[in-house]
């Protein structure tokens, strides 16, 4: 075969464009700090809400203080605009500090918190809450 610089030009072009095209998409991860809550009367929930335009898919877990996932993961296609909770697992201990951790391919595009909630007969409220960063 005959090569000209045209087509080494255009090879080494396509060689390129190859690589930017499929680049290794490795997930980012935000996490919330731990909140204490206290066993049977409050309990932990995960938060999180899609400010973009475009849906993400957003992985959730609920870990405690020695590094357990207690809920989750749980990974849902979040709708734009649209937010989820996960509640902390009645078959799990609630009692302690736990945390939550979002994973996404990027995380720009999500605010999340945890909350410590208390039911008080006819409405919930927040004792703590931690942002995720």
Do not use: L
């Given at each position: 075969m005959i090569s000209t610089k045209k087509n080494r030009f255009s090879f080494a072009a396509l060689a390129v464009a190859a690589i930017?095209?499929?680049p290794n998409v490795e997930a980012a991860v935000i996490a919330t700090s731990p909140v204490w809550a206290d066993s049977g009367q409050?309990?932990?929930?995960?938060?999180?809400?899609?400010i973009s335009t475009a849906t993400v898919s957003v992985t959730v877990e609920l870990i405690n203080s020695v590094g357990t996932v207690v809920t989750?993961?749980?990974t849902v296609s979040l709708l734009a605009g649209h937010s989820i909770e996960l509640p902390g697992s009645s078959s799990s201990d609630p009692s302690g500090f736990e945390w939550c951790?979002?994973?996404?391919s990027s995380v720009t595009s999500l605010r999340g918190n945890?909350?410590?909630f208390r039911?008080?007969?006819s409405y919930y409220d927040t004792l703590a809450m931690s942002e995720a960063k």
């Open positions: 930017t095209v499929a409050s309990y932990h929930a995960c938060n999180v809400v899609n989750g993961p749980t951790r979002f994973t996404a945890i909350s410590v039911y008080m007969g």
